[in-house]
């Protein structure tokens, strides 16, 4: 398995080589793992009048720098770790290294300010989420905790999303550790097959609760029917759990309150930035939960 962590030095960025020393066990079988530093060129006002040796020492040294502070967090590790650097625009050369490589997954510490603007703009972890088709790993402030009993949701909507995700949870059983507890997590609004109109709220208030409780059922339903045979065939007996309520604030909610140990969910990933960031169900999850988020493109 093909790992790319990029990192670039900050504190957030090394909490994903933190995560290979204390997880080797979420990273499949024989993995081979490149730490990846994709620095930003120097300004070309700066560079007038400095030898081009001199700024590729510059490079090299800034590299280095930061690959100190990797093996120092790795120790004694026994993981098959590669590093290297590039100069560039650095969500560019991460996916660019990401096809190079033929990642199986990339693993990224993120900043994850809180609130979703701030954390949304500027962010290259979101720029190499809008432009892969890879796994990505978005650590921010917890890590999974070390039991091979993992308490893994999955966020599921019947969307082809969804099947890709489910897909890539069972085909790589074991990044989940030996014996994770699985959770379907469905999330969406209670609404009238009618709508909340006024001709909606005009009805009985009981007949109206039920009618929209036992619409949300079929939906979990259908949801659900086509998914549980995939996990029982290879043994696993998930839990179905029905979140009532916008997707984003209630799968996130779940995920800190439960609480989880590792989020796994689909995402469309349009590739234009603002399309795959703007009202994404998973980049406002991982705006608002701690929680490690796998997103399956």
Known sequence: MNILVPIDGTEHSLRAVEFLTTRTDLLGEN???????????????????????AVEDFYKEEA??????????????????DMRYSVGMPAEDIVAEADRLDADLIIMGIRGHGPV??????????????????????????????????????????????????????????????TPRVELLNAGQITHPIGLSSVASMMSS???????????????DSVMTPLLPKFIKVGLDPKVVRLDGNPGDEIAHYAETTPLDL??????GYGNFRSAVMGSTAMKIAAESSVPLLIIR
């Open 31 to 53: 993995p081979h793992i490149t730490i990846f530093m994709a620095q930003m060129p120097v300004p070309q006002r700066v560079l007038a009048g400095v030898q081009p040796i």
């Open 64 to 81: 280095q720098s930061v690959f100190s502070s990797v093996r120092a967090l790795l120790g004694d590790s026994p993981l098959n770790i």
């Open 117 to 178: 603007n701030s954390f949304l703009f500027g962010s290259v972890s979101n720029a190499v989420l809008a432009n892969t088709h890879r796994p990505v790993l978005m650590l921010r402030n917890k890590l999974p905790e070390g039991t091979s009993n993992l308490r893994v949701g999955l966020a599921v909507d019947g969307s082809s999303y969804t099947e890709r995700a489910v897909d890539f949870v069972l085909s790589h059983r074991a990044l989940f550790g030996d």
């Open 206 to 220: 009981g007949n109206t609760a039920r009618d929209m409780l036992e619409m949300r059922e079929r939906v979990l």
């Open 263 to 268: 989020l796994v969910m689909g995402s469309h």
